[in-house]
């Protein structure tokens, strides 16, 4: 026997939504795809320290332009502690956390080895700070250091 086309429909619904994209979309911003320019490719202000709970909005809209992604590094420090996989989109991603990651920052790796790093935002950083800084690393001339951008570099 055939399922009913209301059920048919309500199955095809649930995977379109599995597929179409972040459950929140991320607070970011990315330079426009052109010669690179900088340290950073953009700026993420994420809404807490918990990369595993963060990463599956950022990386449904990364994919985008990077593809499947296979690899994030990032600073220990800057995280609390995730798990070393996880598990987003149907895809199982490597999480590798890194003393000598540079302070404020995200690297993620497509499965084709295109790259985009990221300036991140410290979760508590005040909406008009936060901004700025997105603005600034999304800049396309822009060629401040991570520590600049994110207002720990020396004046």
């Given at each position: ?9 309500t199955?095809?619904q ?11 979309t ?25 990369l ?29 502690t ?69 207002g720990?570099?020396?004046?």
């Open positions: 026997m055939t399922p009913s086309p209301s059920t048919l429909d199955t095809d649930a995977d379109a939504e599995d597929r179409s994209g972040p459950e929140h991320p607070r970011l911003r990315l330079k426009p795809k052109a010669p690179v320019t900088g340290y950073v490719d953009g700026a993420w202000w994420p809404h807490s320290d918990d595993a709970a963060e990463l599956p909005d950022l990386l449904a809209v990364l994919s985008v332009r990077l593809g499947p992604v296979g690899r994030v590094m990032y600073r220990m420090d800057d995280w609390a995730p798990p070393a996989r996880l598990v987003t989109g149907g895809r199982s991603v490597r999480l590798d956390g890194y003393r000598r990651q540079p302070v404020g920052t995200v690297e993620v790796t497509g499965l084709a080895g295109r790259g985009i790093v990221l300036a991140v935002v410290a979760p508590q950083t005040n909406s008009d700070q936060a901004h700025a800084t997105l603005m600034a690393a999304a800049h396309p001339g822009d060629t401040s250091s991570v520590a600049d951008l994110l720990t570099g020396s004046s």
